[in-house]
């Protein structure tokens, strides 16, 4: 949350929606910054788990919002290249996980 709050130049939150973020948490405002700004939405209703590891489904669907990338699903269906194994399209993140990992066009 914070560096992704860097990169979008976004200022800390007073506050933020998650439950389990503690009012004294040193992330707290970077983490309301990018709830806020629409690029992460924490694991669940009501919960951000801090002070968890970030998931590589996590971590590419949060960097595609902040680059403004939007997966065209068509396009990867035809010409997108799926190197990984452990990646299959019954995954929530599996277009965010192809356009995080691709080519730029």
Request: with cysteine; proline share 5%; net charge positive.
């Amino acid at each position: 949350a914070r560096i992704l709050a860097a990169y979008a130049g976004l200022s800390p939150a007073e506050s933020t929606d998650f439950g389990d973020v503690k009012a004294n948490h040193w992330a707290k405002g970077y983490i309301g910054a990018v709830q806020q700004a629409g690029i992460m939405s924490g694991r669940s209703k009501g919960k951000f788990a801090p002070g968890e590891k970030i998931t590589r489904q996590e971590v590419c669907a949060a960097l595609n919002k902040a680059l403004q990338r939007k997966p065209d699903k068509a396009f990867l269906d035809t010409y997108g290249n799926n190197p990984f194994k452990d990646v299959n399209k019954n995954m929530w993140s599996y277009y965010d996980i192809l356009e995080a990992t691709g080519q730029p066009q």
